[in-house]
Antibody
Framework: QVQLAESGGGVVQPGNSLRLSCSASGFTFSDYGIHWVRQAPGKGLEWVAV????????YYADSLKGRFTISRDNIKNTVYLQMNGLRAADTAVYYCGQGTPIRYWGQGTPVTVSS | DIQMTQSPSTLSASVGDRVTITCRAS??????LAWYQQKPGKAPNLLIYDASSLESGVPSRFSGSGSETEFTLTISSLQPDDFATYYC??????FGPGTKVDIK
């Protein structure tokens, strides 16, 4: 069955960096685009970024451009989200999801930005 | 970029009620729209795609309609398991702000 598992979350100080991973199994990974979506505590869903099946096309939420970078490794069946210059407002649970629309979601990894 | 809005932000209803949630796009998105249900502490679950297609395994009391800039999600007879927050999403990624359905 399709499984997505996020990892790499944790507590980080403002201004620092973090790299999240989304490991996938149960489907032909190189056939699907992958999204990152986040949810701040008590808030709604916020789309972060998407990468195409082959990694050639990437889109980002306007509010995040320049700080976050999405990439993928189709040998390792993994998508990454490199997050730089983290701010308190980036505190959230980060989910990865398969396809458009998103049919399968991971369980999420929490990121807390705090001094 | 295209902005998504939803109304109402909160909806109080009883079991058996017919519930309608509206999603609007700032410009035409044809039928490139999905609806999700989310319960506290859980990842979202896809209900409707392409504005009106029911995702496999989703109960038939859920339905979607609309095109261009105005869309609706309807629950024909609200069940206890349906109390949750609902989001629309344009296929460019952006979500609406959500509609919380709670118990009247």
């Amino acid at each position: 069955q399709v499984q997505l598992a996020e990892s790499g979350g944790g507590v980080v100080q403002p201004g620092n960096s973090l790299r999240l991973s989304c490991s996938a199994s149960g489907f032909t990974f190189s056939d699907y685009g992958i999204h990152w979506v986040r949810q701040a505590p008590g808030k709604g869903l916020e789309w972060v970024a998407v990468i195409s099946y082959d990694g050639s096309i990437k889109y980002y939420a306007d509010s995040l451009k320049g700080r976050f970078t999405i990439s993928r490794d189709n040998i390792k069946n993994t998508v990454y989200l490199q997050m730089n210059g983290l701010r308190a407002a980036d505190t959230a649970v980060y989910y990865c999801g398969q396809g458009t629309p998103i049919r399968y979601w991971g369980q999420g990894t929490p990121v807390t930005v705090s001094s | 970029d295209i902005q998504m809005t939803q109304s109402p932000s909160t909806l109080s209803a009883s079991v058996g009620d017919r519930v309608t949630i509206t999603c609007r796009a700032s410009r035409s998105i044809t039928t490139w729209l999905a609806w999700y249900q989310q319960k506290p502490g859980k990842a979202p679950n896809l209900l409707i795609y392409d504005a009106s297609s029911l995702e496999s395994g989703v109960p038939s009391r859920f339905s979607g309609s609309g095109s261009e800039t105005e869309f609706t999600l309807t629950i024909s007879s609200l069940q206890p398991d349906d109390f949750a927050t609902y989001y629309c999403q344009h296929y460019n990624g952006y979500f609406g702000p959500g509609t919380k359905v709670d118990i009247k």
